[in-house]
């Protein structure tokens, strides 16, 4: 499953010292053989914690972890939107992307010039997603022109496009981004179909230095925060983080507890990522390999067993499936199955985040 984050910012705002840290973790290109990555995207791998237990238990001869791909978009400047720097180039590789990442400059550092002269956060962030709005709203007024003409023959589909395109055009005026807007699951169906930026959703990723912390790094702030944002607001520094991925994997560890965290504000950010993008996890483990599998979240089991190969979702037949923590206090599948622990699910199972699963098919 190809999905893609798309990291935007103000130039000089720590973007690309972003991608470079994310691009240090890599995934094992020898595991997507037919995957041709440009030079900017970069594939990587979800840290889970969950993948390493299993196998633990499993010992197989391969780990494979499930992935975000990541793409570093040019940077961004007022007026964009009439074509101003990259701005075509830069929007049309947003439409491209699953959702946002976009990162906000806090820091302060003299050497490095802002483009506005000054260090305001907020201000930078109004400055992009106006840029995203009046895009969209150009968008919306082209199509809306093309509906009001379309709805003048009485076809329902027709008025309810219009309904609708005329609710986004006020929203968009309004400067509201589309996903503040209060759409019902039709509605966003039909949004997503029309390529707009602001309905894609985005996490924010503000970069500090110990100079201008005000927050301990990696912290999430949810909305009601410092930044009542229209989406999570992750802070970090990006050098910093860049300098933990550039270390051997045992070192980054040990660099990671010195600072007083868990994990690193990369790994934060990767997952939050992943879950930005309302994807869940299940593996597939024996003692050849434990992986880890990426499904949206509510897929049914047919549609998972597809992610593995098309095949097995032709010819599904049925799922056994265990939680993760169930199979790990079992010590195995063998044991498992002596407990009765593994279920046996249909077509309609609901593929929950943490199932291992082996899939019977038709061949």
């Avoid at 990587?44 to 238990?57: G, M, Q, S, Y």
């Amino acid at each position: 499953m190809s999905l893609s984050i798309g990291i935007v910012g103000l130039p000089n705002v720590g973007k690309s010292t972003l991608f470079n840290a994310l691009t240090k973790k890599k995934a094992d290109a020898s595991n997507y053989p037919f995957c041709t990555i440009d030079p900017n995207v970069g594939v990587v791998n979800v840290p889970d914690e969950r993948l390493e237990k299993i196998a633990a238990i499993s010992k197989p001869k391969k780990i494979v972890p499930t992935v975000v791909e990541f793409t570093d978009i040019a940077g961004l400047v007022k007026g964009a939107h009439k074509g101003e720097g990259l701005g075509n180039q830069f929007l049309a590789h947003i439409r491209e992307c699953d959702a946002i990442c976009e990162v906000v400059r806090e820091f302060r550092d003299d050497n490095i010039v802002h483009v506005s002269g000054k260090i305001d956060p907020e201000s930078d962030r109004e400055t992009i997603n106006m840029e995203l709005i009046f895009a969209d709203l150009a968008v919306v007024e082209k199509r809306l022109a093309k509906a009001e003409k379309e709805a003048k023959s009485g076809d329902k589909d027709a008025i309810k496009l219009r309904d609708l395109l005329v609710k986004l055009k006020a929203g968009l005026e309004a400067g509201k981004a589309l996903r503040e807007l209060e759409l019902d699951e039709e509605e966003r169906k039909t949004v997503k179909g029309l390529g707009l930026l602001t309905i894609k959703p985005i996490i924010y990723v503000l970069n500090i230095n110990d100079a201008s912390a005000i927050n301990p790094p990696s912290t999430p702030l949810n909305k009601g925060g410092i930044f009542d944002w229209d989406g999570n607001v992750l802070t970090l520094n990006a050098r910093l983080e860049e300098e933990i991925a550039g270390l051997p994997e045992a070192e980054q560890k040990e660099y990671i507890k010195e600072l007083g965290l868990d994990q690193s504000g990369l790994d934060k950010l990767i997952k939050a990522s992943y879950n930005l993008l309302g994807l869940i996890t299940f593996f597939t483990t024996g003692p050849d390999e434990t992986r880890a599998w990426t499904v949206k979240n509510g897929a049914k089991a047919p549609r998972a067993a597809g992610v593995i190969h098309t095949d097995f979702e032709k010819g599904f037949i049925r799922a056994e499936v265990i939680g993760w923590q169930k199979f790990i206090e079992a010590g195995g599948e063998a044991v498992a199955r002596e407990k009765g622990l593994i279920r046996i699910e249909g077509k309609d199972y609901a593929m929950q985040d943490g199932d291992i699963c082996n899939f019977l098919f038709n061949r």
